[in-house]
């Protein structure tokens, strides 16, 4: 038994992979002057929500329990998110791929997401302390 449950777990790896995301969104944004500098971006919803329904990325199978099982991190912990470059339309004179609207917009709702996941974090805590004094 496990004081964190999948929730939480799930919650810890959001707020990493959000934060993560938030840096390569400001990174956008302080090179958006920058000649040749292409936008990218971090996705990494997918691959959460199959950790969440239990299919990870390799699932290796085993005959006998002794065998070799997978190594490394297990469950959420296995999701990386993808870095990829930002498709861009028709690139200005100096190159630069980076659209300052649609980085803006993609910082507003990843820091809403975060904010959302905190107060979720921060209310399990709460019920934990509540169960913890509850019984003293």
């Not at 809403?112 to 509850?134: G, H, K």
């Amino acid at each position: 038994m496990t004081i964190f449950d999948r929730t939480m777990q799930l919650l810890q790896r959001s707020l990493d992979l959000r934060s993560a995301r938030q840096r390569v969104i400001a990174s956008n944004l302080a090179n958006e002057e920058t000649p040749g500098y292409r936008a990218f971006d971090l996705t990494f919803m997918d691959q959460l929500q199959s950790a969440h329904k239990g299919r990870l990325p390799v699932s290796l199978a085993v005959t006998h329990s002794n065998h070799i099982g997978p190594r490394g991190p297990q469950g959420f912990q296995a999701v990386n998110g993808k870095l990829s470059e930002v498709p861009a339309g028709d690139l200005p004179l100096d190159a630069n791929s980076v659209n300052l609207e649609l980085e803006m917009a993609k910082l507003s709702e990843n820091a809403m997401q975060y904010n959302a996941a905190a107060t979720i974090t921060a209310i399990r805590f709460r019920q934990l302390l509540s169960a913890i004094r509850d019984a003293r």
